[in-house]
């Protein structure tokens, strides 16, 4: 006996716990999106009344947690308890998912780009739905005013876009004191008032256009979502590329491991 022995390939411990470590906060991010969703939904009575799902004529935006939760909890199990056990069909399965995800997201930049005014036409049908349904969820009007405050607008294209919506238009018809008035998120901000004025829309579009500037925001939110992105371009870009990165690096990663993973197993 020399007390010499052969020693075959390994698994790399380091790759094997960073994507493990990586993966299992995924995964309790995904559980918390998940239960923030599942809370929000109980809230409303839809967990006991399923079919109300289809009732809301606008973007539930609960369904932002469910979607993401979703996701990153599948991804997340799959990286985490791939790695942890060696399970090279889960890893294979974590880095196949990750790709087609790059790939969705690569394309959808693409034809954003290719079809910009398709995708402004598509988001002026998606505002205008959205203000039809402004009442009819509470998440989605916090949504939309929230839109609207931080962009500074008020309407798809102005403000007029309200008529559209049941409590807000200005037909002889309408019996609601917010009529022909537009929600207070559109009102401009007065900096010495510490208490929102709720009612600060009230009427306002009885008023002149000239007028209406002195009270609340005149530009639509689509002109102003162009703007914000032009100004943010780099920022937007760079996190889209720091993303694209991230996915890259963890399909390697993971594909490296199962290579080691079968490496070990064939010299069995």
């Not at 075959?8 to 994507?19: A, R, T, W």
């Not at 997340?76 to 880095?95: M, V």
Request: proline content about 1%; overall charge negative; aromatic content about 16%.
């Amino acid at each position: 006996m020399s007390g010499k022995h052969y020693k075959g390939p390994e698994v790399s411990c380091c790759i094997k716990y960073f994507i493990f470590g990586f993966n299992i906060i995924f995964w309790f991010l995904g559980v918390a999106f998940l239960g923030i969703g599942l809370w929000a939904w109980s809230e409303k009575g839809v967990l006991s009344n399923i079919s109300s799902i289809t009732d809301l004529g606008g973007f539930d935006p609960v369904w932002l947690f469910l979607v993401v939760g979703g996701v990153m909890f599948i991804l997340g199990f799959a990286g985490c308890i791939g790695a942890l056990r060696e399970n090279t069909f889960l890893l294979k399965f974590f880095s196949v998912f990750l790709g087609v995800i790059f790939f969705l997201e690569l394309t959808a930049g693409v034809l954003a780009f290719v079809f910009k005014d398709w995708i402004r036409d598509q988001l002026n049908l998606f505002i205008n739905q959205n203000i039809r349904a402004y009442r009819d969820d509470i998440d989605l009007q916090n949504l939309i005013d929230f839109t609207q405050e931080y962009w500074e607008c008020c309407g798809a294209h102005n403000a007029d876009d309200w008529n559209l919506n049941i409590y807000f238009n200005c037909t002889e018809s309408n019996t609601s004191r917010e009529r022909c008035g537009v929600p207070f998120s559109c009102c401009t901000k007065d900096p010495t008032e510490d208490v929102i004025n709720t009612q600060c829309g009230y009427d306002v579009r009885l008023k002149v256009d000239t007028e209406q500037r002195n009270y609340i925001y005149t530009k639509g939110c689509v002109g102003q979502f162009e703007k914000w992105l032009g100004e943010n371009l780099t920022v937007v870009a760079g996190i889209f590329i720091g993303i694209a990165l991230l996915q890259i690096f963890g399909i390697c990663l993971s594909q490296n491991l199962v290579s080691d993973i079968e490496a070990v197993r064939a010299s069995w």
